[in-house]
C-alpha cells in the first residue's frame, strides 16, 4: 500500500469534512500516453493523506501541542500567529486520510453531473455562504442552483483554481472514501 501527500485548498478540505466530496482530477502530465498502473495517486487500496494549511496551537498544560487548520481554524491559539503553507505540512500533522478506491482517465469536460456533485459541488438552498455573487461563491464553495448547473458551477471553479476548461485537457479521475478526518486511522 502507497501512501501520498496531497495539497488541497480550503474549500476542498471543507467540501470532503462536509461528506461532499468523493471525487477529484488531476491533470494528466503527458496528454497522449499514460499508464493506468502509474497514476499519481495511486491505484485502489492506496491511501491519501490531505496536506492543508497548517500551525501548530499553544502547548497544553498535559505537554500536548494541537493543531490547527486554516480550513475550519480561526488561528487565535496558534504558536507564532503565522500559518505554515499546506506544502510544509508533514505527514504526522495530516488530520484527513483517504482510500483510493477507483482510477480512470477521461476528458475534462466529460464530466456528468453526478461526478460534479461527487467534486463538492452543492445546492444552493437560500443566500449564499459569501453573499449573492454567484461567482464568488462558486470559487468558494462550488455553488449551483438550478437541477442542471453542478457541472456549470465545476467548470467555473476549474476556471478560478488556474485551470483551463477550454483546453478539454485529459484528466486523472479519482474515486476516494474518507478513512479518517481526525488523523492516521
Not at 105 to 118: F, G, K, N, Y
Not at 120 to 125: D, N, P, T, Y
Request: glycine share 8%; aromatic share 8%.
Amino acid at each position: 500500500m502507497k501512501e501520498t501527500g496531497l495539497i488541497l485548498k480550503a474549500p476542498m478540505v471543507l467540501s470532503i469534512l462536509e461528506g461532499r466530496k468523493t471525487q477529484m482530477r488531476r491533470v494528466l502530465n503527458n496528454q497522449r500516453a499514460y499508464d493506468l498502473d502509474k497514476a499519481p495517486l495511486g491505484q485502489p487500496g492506496d491511501r491519501i493523506y490531505v496536506r492543508e494549511t497548517w500551525a501548530q496551537m499553544e502547548l497544553q498544560p498535559d505537554g500536548h501541542c494541537p493543531i490547527a487548520y486554516m480550513a475550519t481554524d480561526d488561528g487565535s491559539a496558534i504558536i507564532d500567529g503565522r500559518w505554515k503553507p499546506s506544502s510544509h505540512m508533514p505527514k504526522w500533522a495530516a488530520r484527513i486520510w483517504l482510500e483510493v478506491i477507483g482510477v480512470r482517465v477521461e476528458r475534462l469536460q466529460d464530466i456528468s453531473e453526478e461526478d460534479a456533485l461527487a467534486e463538492g459541488v452543492f445546492k444552493k438552498l437560500g443566500s449564499s455562504p459569501v453573499g449573492d455573487d454567484v461567482e464568488t461563491a462558486t470559487r468558494d464553495r462550488l455553488i449551483y442552483s438550478a437541477p442542471t448547473q453542478a457541472r456549470e458551477a465545476f467548470a467555473r471553479f476549474w476556471e478560478s483554481a488556474g485551470g483551463d476548461w477550454d483546453a478539454n485537457p485529459g484528466v486523472w479521475v479519482v474515486d476516494f472514501k474518507v478513512l479518517s478526518t481526525t488523523g492516521k486511522p
